[in-house]
Structure formats: C-alpha cells, structure tokens
C-alpha cells in the first residue's frame, strides 16, 4: 500500500466522511502517490475536489461564478505545496462541517478548508476566481448564487444545498456486530438435540430431547428479538447499546435473567405458553424521531416471527422434499412445535399493555400524563396478563388459536404440534 495512502487511513481515521469527500482524498493520494511524496499536500486535494465533476464542491463554485479549470490553472504546477499538513485539513474541514451542523465531512467542507490561511496555495487560488468563505457558506445554507453565475451554471432553486448533510446518516456497523459464545452454545445445544431426534438414537428419551431443543431453541430467539430492539435503536441514534453488550446475542446481557429467561422458560415448560423473555433499556431520548422510537418496539416482533417463519418454512420444504418420514417425524414434531411457540410470542408481544411490545408501538404517540402512567404499572400489568393467560382459558385459547392458525397458515400440521407437545409435556 502506497505511504500516502497509509497517511490518509490514519489522518483520517476518527473524521466521518462521505464518499464524494473519501473520493477526493484517495484521488489525491494517488496523485501524491505518483510523485513520491508520503503524503498528500493540499494543491492535490484541491485538484482532486476540482476533478470530482458531480461534487457539491464543484457545482457549487460553478453555481457562485467560479470556473474550477480556471482555480485549477492557478495551483502550483509542481503540486509540493504541503502546509497544512493532511490531518490539519481534515480537522479544518472537521470544524467546518461542525459549525454548519452538519454530519459528516463532504467535498463542500474540503473546499471550505482549503480556503482557511494556513493553506496560502490553495487560499490564493480560490480567492483569485472570486471565492470567499462567507459566500460559500451562505450559498450552502441558503441556496443564493452569485450575481454573474458562468454560463450554464445550475440553479440552486429555493432549496438549501446542504440540506442532505443535515440528515444524521446512519451508523457504521463495522466492529460494532459481535456474537456472544454464550449464544452459540445455545444453539450447539439446539442442533445437536434435533439432530438426535432425527436420528431417533435414544428412543427412551424423545421427550427430554423434545424438551430441550424447544427450550434452547426459544431462548436462542429471544436473544434474535432482543437483539432487533437494539439494532433498530442503534440505527435510530442510541449508541449505547453497544457498550450494554446487546448486539452480542448475549442471553446474560438481556435485563434481568430470572425475569427475562427463567420465569418464561418455565411457563414454557408447565404450559407450553410462550411468555415475552428478554429485555433491553433503550434511551429514547436519542432516537431520532417518535417513528424511531416505534420502529424500535416493532422490531422485536417482527424478529420473533421472521424466526416462526423460518422454522416454518424448514418444515413445509421437508414436506415437500419428502423428508418427513416416520423415522424422522420427531425432528419435525420439535421443529413444529418451535414455530408454534415463535408464533405465539409473536402475537402475545402486540397486545397494547405496558410492557410489553404492542404498548411500546403505541408509547410514543400518546400523551407525555399516559406515558408516565403506564411506566409506573407496567410490572403489575405484566403479571396480570400473565395470571389472564394462565387462570383464563378463554384467553389462553386465544393466544393458542392464533399461533396455529399463523403457522397453519405458512403450511405447518397442527398435528405436528400437538403431537410435539405431548413429548414433553408427559415429563411435567
């Protein structure tokens, strides 16, 4: 890798930029590249920037009466002109998109830099074709041109060119992803006892097989589902999710293990009721918007069922590849009975009751008085829906029915199920 190059990748290495502005740089660095030189100077940023034809930079001094082959002509030939040094560019440049409030350096910022007086080559030449930092940043904010635009000029209409840069872009996702070996046990756990019910070696032990595979394989969804809260906040502007550990898929990381994992995963055992599990503590007040705020509630549910479609979809392609044979068909009982739990969670989680997922959805649009009311009763709420679900067969029934009719819907054998149940719930 050529030494400018390296130079650009550390200069830059904490400064956002967009990539109109990265094309700039690495454009220049392939022109100090070809001199020798370890760095790339400001004369070859600016002709990078002034080369970028479809740049904001460049339609923008066309836009004030500038003609950038004319700012070009005026650089040193030589292009050795090295003061300020590339990271101080950056950090000019930095500053300037900053003030204007914008995210993210772009090509305009650059421009902006170049003109500062620490870069005299640059300065000069800009200011030689009549540019000045007040009417680049007022035409940026404000759309006004110069009075004698160069022919064939675009008009910037009414609308602010730096509108774009004022949208906070979303996150970078490198480094950020990780998956917990915690999480990956689970589902060795999952996959090595479906695989012993397909290959139906311990025929005395179906049922504890049965039981573990759907417990496993439900507390390897929570962490799917958890996990969706906290990626859709952290594109929504909640950083802190990261440093909470809950992109990892980590079960531990997930509020109140006793709560979150153990107390439904016995409901799941005594009834086979697939009760909320985890729990992330999102800042809403990051978010970016009331629409962020309910993208994040949604975002658990639609994980859980994008999980029963999945397994369901295992199970149909079975059927149709003639896969489910009586020899294998305890596998397939497991597998349909896991689908019926993701199913049922699924559609539990959009009841509108604090805490739970179809309330968080609502959350955001209702009354600040509401809001707070419903922060206060939210545990209480939850055990009363969990006793409803429990001592009411009625509703039960009704959680029951909705979760096969999904799966049934997708394809799977209510006979599956109930057949699946059965294996484990003899242990009970």
């Given at each position: 890798m050529p030494a400018a190059t390296i130079a650009l990748d550390r200069a830059s290495a904490d400064i956002p930029l967009t990539r109109a502005a990265r094309e700039d740089l690495e454009r220049a660095a392939g022109e100090a590249a070809r001199r020798g030189a370890g760095e790339s100077s400001p004369v070859d940023v600016l002709h990078a920037v002034l080369s970028n034809r479809g740049s904001l930079a460049v339609t923008t001094l066309r836009a004030l009466g500038s003609d950038p082959a004319a700012v070009a002509a005026a650089l040193p030939a030589d292009g050795v002109a090295a003061t300020p040094p590339l990271r101080q560019l950056l950090v000019n440049a930095n500053r300037e998109a900053q003030v204007l409030g914008h995210y993210q350096v772009d090509s305009i910022h650059l421009l902006l830099a170049l003109l500062y007086s620490d870069s005299p080559a640059t300065s000069a030449a800009l200011q030689k074709s009549g540019l000045t930092m007040y009417d680049l940043r007022r035409h940026l904010q404000t759309g006004v041109r110069a009075e004698a635009p160069v022919a064939g000029a675009p008009s910037a209409g009414n609308q602010a060119p730096d509108r774009a840069l004022r949208r906070r872009p979303l996150p970078r996702l490198r480094g950020v992803l990780t998956v917990s070996p915690?999480?990956?046990?689970?589902?060795?756990?999952t996959v090595v006892a479906g695989a012993l019910l397909w290959l139906d070696v311990i025929p005395?032990?179906?049922?504890v097989l049965t039981l573990v595979f759907v417990v496993s394989g439900w507390i390897a969804t929570v962490c799917i589902h958890e996990f969706c809260h906290a990626f859709v906040a952290y594109l929504g502007g909640d950083r802190g999710v990261v440093s909470s550990g809950y992109l990892t898929l980590d079960p531990l990381r997930y509020t109140n293990f006793l709560m979150s994992i153990v107390f439904p995963a016995a409901f799941l055992l005594l009834g086979?009721?697939?009760?909320p599990g985890g729990a992330v503590y999102i800042n809403r007040g990051a978010l970016r918007s009331?629409?962020?705020?309910?993208?994040v509630s949604l975002a658990g549910p639609i994980g859980t069922l994008l999980c029963g479609l999945f397994i369901s979809l295992i199970v149909v392609a079975s059927y149709w590849l003639g896969l489910v044979r009586p020899d294998t068909v305890l596998f397939y009982e497991a597998m349909s009975v896991l689908a019926f739990v993701e199913m049922y969670a699924f559609v539990l989680n959009l009841v509108p009751v604090p805490p739970l997922d179809?309330?968080?959805i609502l959350r955001p649009w209702l009354p600040y008085s509401i809001q707070a009311a419903a922060a206060q009763v939210s545990t209480f709420a939850?055990?009363?829906v969990f006793a409803a679900i429990w001592y009411v067969p009625t509703i039960n029934l009704f959680f029951v029915h909705s979760a096969t009719t999904l799966a049934a819907m997708v394809g799977v054998d209510p006979y599956l199920i109930y057949f699946g149940q059965q294996h484990f719930r003899l242990l009970m």
């Open positions: 915690v999480f990956l046990v689970i589902v060795a756990v005395s032990g179906v049922g086979g009721i697939a009760l009331r629409w962020w705020d309910s993208a179809g309330f968080g939850l055990i009363i």
